[in-house]
Nanobody, 123 residues
């Protein structure tokens, strides 16, 4: 089993910054992509940013230039640095890891989700 532990959420004023962290632990041989999604009340869960093992990144248009995703492959950790936060960034942020292989030759890689961390941007 693989567990994801997220941290770093909280309340911040507009224009402020937060840094989210997510550590994957358990039986892990390799992880393909790692990323962050968010879900605001009454809305669907949407991709915020993702990063592959090789460092290729993908961002939602609404966060480009403000958010930066990074990862430490050796520690199975992904970060999301969020700057210039806006009220519309308020949501529950979920960590996601894709195609996790638990051992060499694992032909059934799985995706996992964290439990979510609340980010509230308000004055």
């Amino acid at each position: 089993q693989v567990q994801l532990v997220e941290s770093g959420g909280g309340l911040v004023q507009p224009g402020g910054s937060l840094r989210l962290s997510c550590v994957a632990s358990g039986r892990i041989f390799s992880i393909n992509a790692m990323g962050w999604y968010r879900q605001a009340p009454g809305k669907e869960r949407d991709l915020v940013a993702a990063i592959t093992t090789g460092g290729s990144t993908n961002y939602a248009d609404s966060v480009k230039g403000r958010f930066t995703i990074s990862r430490e492959n050796a520690n199975n950790t992904v970060y999301l640095q969020m700057n210039s936060l806006k009220s519309e960034d308020t949501a529950v942020y979920y960590c996601n890891v894709q195609r996790v292989r638990r051992y060499p030759g694992d032909f059934a890689p799985r995706d996992y989700w964290g439990q979510g961390t609340q980010v509230t941007v308000s004055s």
